[in-house]
């Protein structure tokens, strides 16, 4: 292969002058590459094959000890003005990087072969597609971008006709954490990592692309790149809706794409249209239409069992590629919560032994392409994408934040979104466990200003006025014994029931200072082993600690200064102010 577009072949140039790379190799995408790049990891020790019997096409990639998460301490979002990245993002002057990253790169790719990857986020044919070129010295980065995205001929042929692309430059170095930076350059559509071979830090279609550079392209051309799954959930009427979910990395989205509908809800059918990452449009219409720019799912292994979602553990049975899992003594892949066979070796490739810790790594993955996914739905190659009904935001906490609530309208949404708070997870290095404010779920993940964020999510307001309903979920919700209130995975489908009634306008809600909440006797709960007063207790808005939350909030937002738009101000406000007499001790600037 080789092309024609004048920019890329000259990127090309300056990338091999700068590496030294042995060789350099035009990936294609086929099934006859991807055979022969796994047979050299199997040679090179890179991969270890798993047992063809019951895991056919199925292998285990141990990466480095210190490369297991995304490092958000290490990821940098370098505009010309420190104010454009917001305090959101670290931020780096631009040629400080690039004098950082240039001697980096310097001769890295020496004795290795140097791929060139040209990629599709997004179905080849949609108008709402964008593409980008991703170099790396990793076949491990190459097998797992052919299977999350649409890379190889069709990519460069589109990229040859758009003319535009996002360019990628990747390196795993050494992976020495000392050495290990991930770049972004908005203004040139330019990523540049080092240093890390994990999937948020390599695989830069995903989050470098589709959500930091993408959202930064959005905003300039008046879409939302968002993290966030989409769903089509159709009743036993035949009734089809599309909701768009934003949740904390690690937090569900894979098993709310891919829920099984319980025993009681026979007739109802869900069906995945993507697991991690959403672009949002408004059609000529004004309704906000959705496609999912990726193509595979790259999700936490632990956990994933027949009981909490029998989908994807069917799908990870062949065609995937495992990091950081345990094997047992049949060489099968074994993770926490499998429910089946037992450890030997850790996924560290050590023999297993509990005083070590987890056998898999919390934050150990699964790759594999999203056609696996017995509850595929087609629509996810679309060009028109599908309409979104409703927009719904969640985290993951232990109090406070009820099983469901609506926002009054699309401000008040923003302002909900604007106000999500979540437990960390394993999937960011660092403190597990601790409550932060994630925005939109996106705090890892916003490329520019989370002021203008807020201020553009505001705009579509203006632009539309059948925009979908905005709710709050929480599915985490603990008693003061630590037990979890809702059974969660499958009895989601209830909550999402509530909501897309509301959103037809066939369910009755109260009006609370903090949204509109279900009436207990509005979930249906039939069937399930609830304790008495569980269900009260998941819908009780908490006034003295929804007042804490409000200050809190508001505390945050003034962090961002006079960008911050108004109407999250007035929002913040119009709560407080419905919310007890002490209301007062609640300031925003
Ligand atoms: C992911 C993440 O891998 O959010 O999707 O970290
Ligand atoms: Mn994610």
Known sequence: MTTNNEALQQWIDEVAAITSPESIHWCDGSEAEYQSLILDMLESGDLIKLNEKSYPNCYLHRSDPSDVARVEHLTFVCTPEEGDAGPNNNWMPPADARKKMDDLFGGCMQGRTMYVIPYCMGPIDSPFSRCGVEITDSPYVVVNMNLMTRMGAPALKRIEQDGTFVRGLHSIGSLDPERRFIMHF????????????????????????????ASTQGRQEGWLAEHMLIVEVENPQGEKHYLAAAFPSACGKTNLAMLIPPESHKGWKVRTLG??????HLDESGQLRAINPEAGYFGVVPGTNVNTNRNAFEMIQSDTIFTNVAVTDENEPWWEDKNIGTPSVDWKGQPYNPDNGPAAHPNSRFTVSAKKNPTYSSLADDPAGVPISAIIFGGRRRKLAPLVFQARDWNHGVFVGAGV???????ASGQVGVVRRDPMAMKPFCGYNFADYWSHWLSFGEKSNQLPGIFHVNWFRRDESGRFLWPGFGDNLRVLRWIIDRCEGRAEAIETPIGFLPDPSDIDVSGLDMRDGDLEELLRVDREAWIEELKSIGDYLN???DRVPQQLKTEQRKISDSLPDNYRLITMA
């Open 186 to 213: 908005p203004e040139e559509l330019l990523i540049q990592s080092f240093g890390s071979g994990y999937g948020g830090n390599a695989l830069l279609g995903k989050k470098c692309h589709a959500l930091r550079i």
């Open 275 to 280: 697991d991690d990452i959403a672009w949002l």
């Open 559 to 561: 962090d961002f200064g």
């Open 421 to 427: 708070a979540s437990e960390t997870t394993a999937a």
